[in-house]
Structure formats: structure tokens, C-alpha cells
């Protein structure tokens, strides 16, 4: 199927737990729509209607008190059934599921925990805004900074690139993000580190990638332009549009090639310029 975000929210929420059958009970207490469990990372994720989510959250609550839950929110992709989405005439992406069988040559994700399902308006703005980078010039070595889900680093290993450098400073997300790569078996292009910035080193990338919240740009932004070649591009996203120039601010040494915005988020395009 081709999902279309629109037509829908699902309220997802995710529970650390080791035996999710203890949650059996919710199919009958609450709206269920669908459950998966990774066994891997031990998260449960139930899937209710985004209808009446106060209500939805108050029950489970009241019938779970002491249930570890480590995130809520709303989602335009019903992730626990599975889905498939068309980002660019290039990157098709699919979570598998009992409804959904993937075809040849998508980007397969199961994103349990961290961000990057590919329904985000800022993962749709960076995957587009790192095609046009590749259409700009060459690209082999590429930084994923926060890989979150590996969505971006995989995006860029099915464009060609052959050696990718994906890192986030949570321990949960690298885990799915090498899970993610080796259903994509990938794992000859993309290595995966726990840590930031300071894992890259200065002048080695074609290509750094950060779709980070705006306080961790304002706070980083300025070690990333150094870790390009000259020439070198990078793709921003996590901010509103306008909050573009305080992110601008900190990039220095590059040019804005395009900027793209979606549903209330902006996703810049820079090259770096020569040094002196």
C-alpha cells in the first residue's frame, strides 16, 4: 500500500517490558489497533486511534499504573501493522508488517524507539535535500549525525555512497540502527557508533548530515562545516523556518545551496567554502 499521512493518525505508545503479555488485557480494555514487540530492545508498541487520546492515555494508565512507558505520541504511520511510503522517485521505504510485504528495492525500517520512520516532515525534508546532494557532486564518505532509526545513512548508502559514519549519543537508537542496516545488509557501507560529532574527523566528508532538534544545532552547528571537504555539502533539518537564520548563524563557511520547508519545518542545503 502507499500511505497516504493525511488520511489518518494512529497514538502510538511504546513499553519497555520484557514479557508483553501482561498487556494482553488491553485488546480488551482499550481500542487496540495493532501491537508489535521487538525482542531486541523489548519494546512493546500498541497502536490506538488518535481519537480521544486523553481518554486512551487515562485508562491505560489506570489499568497499567505501573507500566515503564518510554514514549506517547501521534503518528501518521501505523507502524505496528506495517507501512509503504514513496518519498522521491529514487527512496521508497516500507516497514514490514502482517498487511504490508515490501518490495524490491525499498529502504526497510523497524523504528521501535528512535526517530526516523520517514512520515517525519524533517526525515521527508533531509532524505529529499541529500538526493539533490547527490545529483550536486560526488559522494562516497557521508556523516549521519543522530541516525536515530539509520533512515538518512541508509538513504544515502542506496544513492551510491560507500562509506557512511552513523552516530547518536543513545545507546537504544544505534542498536535499531544496526538492526535496520543489516535487514538492509548494508553493513559493509554503514558503521554505527555510540557518540557525536567529535567521532568524525575534521575534513573527511562529502556529505554530514543532522536532523537535530534547534537547541542541539544552536549548541553544535559550528564543529560541523569543519568536518567537509572543500566543496563538501551539508543537509540541516529540525527547525522552523523562522528559526533558519539563528541556525544559519552557526554554520559558518558555507553558502546555502536550497532550503525546503514542509508542513512547518525547514530543511537547508549547504557547501562549504574554501577555507581563508
Known amino acids: 500500500m502507499e500511505f497516504l499521512p493525511k488520511d489518518r493518525l494512529f497514538l502510538v505508545v511504546k513499553i519497555q517490558c520484557a514479557d508483553p503479555e501482561q498487556y494482553e488485557?488491553?485488546?480488551?480494555?482499550?481500542?487496540?489497533?495493532?501491537?508489535?514487540?521487538?525482542?531486541?530492545?523489548k519494546i512493546l508498541t500498541?497502536?490506538?486511534?488518535?481519537?480521544?487520546?486523553?481518554s486512551i492515555l487515562t485508562r491505560f494508565c489506570r489499568a497499567f499504573p505501573r507500566a515503564p512507558i518510554v514514549e506517547t505520541g501521534l503518528t501518521a504511520s501505523p507502524g505496528a501493522a506495517g507501512y509503504s511510503r514513496r518519498i522521491t522517485d529514487h527512496i521508497s521505504i516500507a516497514s514490514p508488517g502482517p498487511d504490508v510485504a515490501?518490495?524490491?528495492?525499498?529502504?526497510?525500517?523497524?523504528?521501535?524507539?528512535s526517530f526516523?520512520?520517514?512520515?517525519?516532515?524533517?526525515?521527508?525534508?533531509?532524505?529529499?535535500l541529500l538526493e539533490q546532494a547527490f545529483f550536486i557532486r560526488d559522494i562516497q564518505k557521508v556523516f549521519d549525525l543522530g541516525t536515530g532509526s539509520g533512515i538518512l545513512a541508509l538513504t544515502a548508502a542506496r544513492l551510491g555512497a560507500k562509506n557512511i559514519l552513523a552516530t547518536d549519543i543513545d545507546f537504544q537508537a544505534c542498536q535499531e540502527a544496526r538492526e535496520n542496516i543489516a535487514l538492509?545488509?548494508?553493513?559493509?557501507?554503514?558503521?554505527?557508533?555510540c557518540g557525536s560529532y567529535s567521532c568524525a574527523r575534521q575534513g573527511a566528508f562529502d556529505l554530514v548530515l543532522a536532523n537535530l532538534t534547534i537547541s542541539t544545532l544552536i549548541t553544535i552547528g559550528h564543529y560541523l562545516p569543519p568536518l567537509l571537504k572543500p566543496g563538501?555539502?551539508?543537509?540541516?533539518?529540525?527547525f522552523t523556518p523562522e528559526q533558519s537564520p539563528s541556525v544559519l548563524s552557526v554554520l559558518h563557511h558555507t553558502e546555502l545551496v536550497n532550503r525546503s520547508s514542509l508542513e512547518g519545518w525547514t530543511g537547508l542545503l549547504l557547501k562549504a567554502l574554501p577555507s581563508g
Open 25 to 41: 488485557s488491553a485488546k480488551i480494555l482499550l481500542p487496540v489497533l495493532g501491537k508489535r514487540y521487538e525482542h531486541g530492545s
Open 46 to 54: 500498541l497502536l490506538f486511534p488518535a481519537s480521544n487520546v486523553d
Open 102 to 113: 515490501p518490495h524490491e528495492g525499498q529502504i526497510l525500517i523497524r523504528s521501535s524507539l
Open 116 to 128: 526516523g520512520s520517514g512520515f517525519h516532515p524533517t526525515t521527508e525534508l533531509s532524505i529529499k
Open 184 to 193: 538492509n545488509n548494508a553493513g559493509h557501507r554503514i558503521s554505527v557508533l
Open 232 to 238: 563538501g555539502l551539508l543537509v540541516v533539518s529540525g
